[in-house]
């Protein structure tokens, strides 16, 4: 029950730490994975990461590009946020920092009582 | 690169061959570059690791495979495209399901129209809108229920009556396809 309910919330969180991490520089796959997943993590494997990598470039929020810097096992496949994904991004963050702030009243409050 | 790489990327493949080349080709490469990036920091374990986390090689590519499919038929595709799209997502997703049903239902009135039309052109007698005592009939009739009081009210303004309702109901069954195939776009 709470497994399902937490595959829920992350898979909605996905999108915005992918975008919130290439908002802070091109990233590829593996990076953008190891950053999001470092800690307790968002819960974003590699079987959902690159589908949804694909679905954001699809949707023009993101670009990609290859290159083989040195030192690397494998020419690797960079994506950067466009103008678009930018936008969407400060949408999000929006929601999300409302959202939060909404959330943590109702459940803070209720825990510190 | 290890066996298990290999095996992994040409399942893959096999996988994704309804997607055209290039955009196969592109996941694939990518693919290939995260297990190598995995292999080469963690040996043997980070491959395992790493393709537990990619799942079964099919699931993996059902996800490229069905938004391909959705991006496609929601760009121009026809009625029968759109039709299968739904068809192929219908056991996995209720709104698949429900839109295929309903497009399906709308289809099969646009082709009951047409052939009501028809048969007003071949047996009038049997073809029309039919009121009666405890009878009303906008279609083929059963002689057998026909009874002396029932009357047929349209005649032959039945034939351009059908003709305009079936591709009303034809539209209407392409609309619902193409607005359940963008909300499962957009929600994919």
Redesign the interface.
């Known amino acids: 029950m709470i497994e399902a309910w937490k595959s829920q919330l992350r898979k909605g969180a996905a999108e915005l730490a992918v975008l919130a991490v290439l908002d802070k520089g091109d990233a ?3 990076a953008i994975l190891d950053t999001i997943e470092s800690g307790d993590g968002v819960g974003v ?4 990461l ?2 949804l990598l ?2 954001l470039e ?1 949707g023009g929020r993101i670009q990609s590009y ?1 290159s083989e810097p040195d030192g ?6 960079y994506y950067r946020l466009t103008g678009e994904g930018q936008d969407a991004l400060r949408a999000m963050r929006d929601a999300w920092t409302s959202f939060r702030q909404r959330m943590d009243e109702i459940v803070g409050a209720s825990h510190d009582a | 690169m290890t066996h298990d790489i290999d095996l992994y990327l040409r399942r893959l493949r096999a996988a994704l061959r309804s997607l055209p080349e290039a955009e196969r080709e ?2 694939l ?6 297990l ?5 920091a963690d040996g043997q374990a980070g491959v395992e690791a ?1 393709l537990r ?3 079964p090689a099919e ?2 590519a059902g ?2 495979v069905d ?1 391909y499919r959705l ?1 496609a038929a929601s760009a121009g595709g026809g009625p029968l495209e759109l039709a299968g799209v739904l068809l192929g997502q219908a056991t996995r997703r209720v709104t698949a399901c429900f839109g295929f049903v309903l497009a399906a239902v709308a289809y099969l009135f646009a082709g009951a129209f047409v052939l009501i039309a028809a048969v007003e052109v071949i047996r009038p007698d049997l073809a029309g809108m039919w009121i009666g005592p405890d009878v009303f009939v906008l279609g083929v009739i059963n002689p057998a229920s026909r009874g002396p009081d029932t009357a047929e009210l349209l005649g032959p303004a039945l034939i351009p009556l059908m003709l305009v309702a079936a591709p009303l109901a034809l539209a209407l069954g392409y609309a619902i396809s193409q607005a359940t195939v963008r909300h499962l776009l957009r929600k ?1």
Do not use: D
């Not at chain 2, 490469?29 to 995260?34: G, I, K, P, Y």
């Open positions: 590829f796959g593996v494997s590699e079987g959902a690159y589908p694909k679905r699809t290859w690397a096992a494998a020419p690797r496949k | 592109e996941i490469a990518e693919t290939r570059s995260h190598r990036e995995r292999e080469e790493a986390a990619f799942g699931a993996y996800a490229f938004e991006r994919h």
